[in-house]
Each structure stands twice: as C-alpha cells, then as structure tokens.
C-alpha cells in the first residue's frame, strides 16, 4: 500500500492580496460574511447581513415563495456589536480607476450614516477599488462630509488618504475589524 501524505509545505502571507478570492468571483459581501463567521467563531465580534425586505406575493401550498418584489431598504448591509460598541456599515464595489462615486450611496443610507453616529455608534463604508484590488474603511463622517459637499466622487487619493486600508490576514479572509479598531479605538 503506498500512503501519499499531502503536507503544507507553502507558507501563505498574511498579505496576501484580496483579489485571490475576488477573482475567482467571490464579491466582497460574502468575503464579509465568511469574515464575520470567523469573528463570531472566534468571539471576537458578532456582526450580521441584514435581510434585503421582501414582499411575497404568492406561494404554493407548502408555504414556498413562488413570487415576491425587493421592498426598498431603510438601513444599512450590516449590523454588530464590537467591544460593546454597535457597528452599522455598507460594503460597496467600484470598476472606476478615479473614486468612488457617491452615487453608489442611496439617501437613505447616507441618512442612516448619520443616525448611527448621532447616537455615537460606529457607521462606515467597505469600499472595495476592483481596479487596484484594495479595500478601505471610509469613516461615515468622511463619507458624510464628501455628501454633503455635493462631490460626485471620492477622488482614490482622498481614499487612500483618510481610508484604513483592509488587508487580509492569515487565518482570516477579511481582516475589517483590525481597520474598525485603528479607525475608532486607536486614536
């Protein structure tokens, strides 16, 4: 009988870049779900995917939905606890090789933005730049400040500026609350 034993013989970086996994057509939602499954794991942080709204309109009779319309969404992708301190935040791509375009923000989350910090909760933005395969923490007021004067886009300097860059790590695909903690509890 020969036994072959297959042993990990390639160290893995812990900087490996995101688009590992990005181009094999994971979207950077479900790297953030997968991450957030190793936080709660982990008990480190325990953070979830709000359900998109839906209204059923039909379903058989075993009570399966057969029909049914997205209702418009009042708040933000996720929602968590960290340290005690409440997370409420949206993840969103960009192609564009120039910025991020605020359009790719609805008003109602930019309100939402706004309601979370002013109860002192923590709110931000994953930006994911396919273009450079980087991603960045850009902190609600930031986020708010750039709304609110009437810029289209967040040229990809000011982001690589006054975001916190999220990199993966070594036992997990996306390390987002190491950026949550230079962003928030290291100033």
Do not use: C
Request: glycine fraction near 4%.
């Amino acid at each position: 009988m020969n036994l072959l034993i297959n042993y990990p013989t390639k160290k893995i970086s812990q900087n490996r870049k995101v688009n590992n996994l990005a181009n094999k057509g994971m979207a950077l939602e479900e790297m953030i779900n997968r991450s957030n499954e190793y936080y709660k794991e982990n008990d480190i942080a325990f953070i979830t995917k709000r359900p998109t709204p839906i209204k059923v309109l039909k379903t058989d009779g075993n009570y399966k939905i057969t029909d049914a319309v997205f209702l418009s969404a009042s708040t933000l992708d996720y929602v968590g606890v960290f340290q005690g301190h409440y997370l409420d935040f949206e993840a969103k791509e960009t192609s564009s090789k120039i910025g991020f375009p605020l359009s790719n923000l609805a008003q109602h989350q930019l309100e939402s933005i706004e309601l979370v910090i002013k109860h002192k909760g923590y709110s931000f933005v994953l930006v994911y730049l396919k273009a450079f395969e980087e991603i960045y923490l850009l902190d609600g007021n930031f986020i708010l400040k750039a709304a609110q004067s009437n810029q289209k886009m967040i040229p990809i300097q000011d982001i690589r500026t006054h975001g916190i860059q999220v990199k993966q790590g070594y036992s997990i695909l996306l390390d987002y609350i190491k950026a949550v903690r230079i962003a928030y509890f290291e100033k």
